[in-house]
T-cell receptor
Framework: KAGVTQTPRYLIKTRGQQVTLSCSPISGHRSVSWYQQTPGQGLQFLFEYFSETQRNKGNFPGRFSGRQFSNSRSEMNVSTLELGDSALYLC?????????????FGPGTRLTVL | DAKTTQPTSMDCAEGRAANLPCNHSTISGNEYVYWYRQIHSQGPQYIIHGLKNNETNEMASLIITEDRKSSTLILPHATLRDTAVYYCIVRVDNFNKFYFGSGTKLNVKP
């Protein structure tokens, strides 16, 4: 079955702009998590959505937001972009139920802020 | 906030077993240990996970010590394609909030 897809794969923006990234989970998965990866900070958890509700949140400013639709697809938005927001943004999907479960990651969106 | 400690890098000869250690001394009783790897800025790839028993799948084996304070990922016959950063993760509660540490850069050499 198809894996996690993310669009766009690459994006260039300028400071002050906003950006929306999209993630389509594996069919049947109800949980979508977002991560930011930078050379300095590594992989950091942004937030998780399950059944259209934010279930977990990392330590990022309010400029980072997300949502999930009824078909489990998710979007994340970053407003008022800063140079430090340049990163690889990864989403991961899973069934989202209690107990152990693997997260499957997408290829990521490479965001460059100029 | 990462709750795991891993060596920064390791070398392994092609065809030999790669043993990657991880320390998670503060792990709680209901927390699982997960291993992922990331090849050159691709999305992390799931490898294996376990709670207290040793686990094996087609990719690797996971050995967890009896006190659960550490674990070892074993790639039985490493190939050049196994060169990657390997992350050991302790899953926080039942939700998908993974703390990735710095990982171990495994260099498989011919």
């Amino acid at each position: 079955k198809a894996g996690v897809t993310q669009t766009p794969r690459y994006l260039i923006k300028t400071r002050g702009q906003q950006v929306t990234l999209s993630c389509s989970p594996i069919s049947g998965h109800r949980s979508v998590s977002w991560y930011q990866q930078t050379p300095g900070q590594g992989l950091q958890f942004l937030f998780e959505y399950f059944s259209e509700t934010q279930r977990n949140k990392g330590n990022f400013p309010g400029r980072f937001s997300g949502r999930q639709f009824s078909n489990s697809r998710s979007e994340m938005n970053v407003s008022t972009l800063e140079l430090g927001d340049s990163a690889l943004y990864l989403c991961a999907s899973s069934w989202g139920l209690a107990g152990p479960g693997e997260q499957y990651f997408g290829p990521g969106t490479r965001l460059t802020v100029l | 906030d990462a709750k795991t400690t891993q060596p920064t890098s390791m070398d392994c000869a092609e065809g030999r077993a790669a043993n990657l250690p991880c320390n998670h001394s503060t792990i709680s009783g209901n927390e699982y240990v997960y291993w992922y790897r990331q090849i050159h800025s691709q999305g992390p790839q799931y490898i294996i996970h376990g709670l207290k028993n040793n686990e094996t799948n087609e990719m690797a084996s996971l050995i967890i010590t009896e006190d659960r304070k550490s674990s070892t990922l074993i790639l039985p016959h490493a190939t050049l394609r196994d060169t990657a950063v390997y992350y050991c993760i302790v899953r926080v509660d039942n939700f998908n909030k993974f703390y990735f540490g710095s990982g171990t850069k495994l260099n498989v050499k011919p």
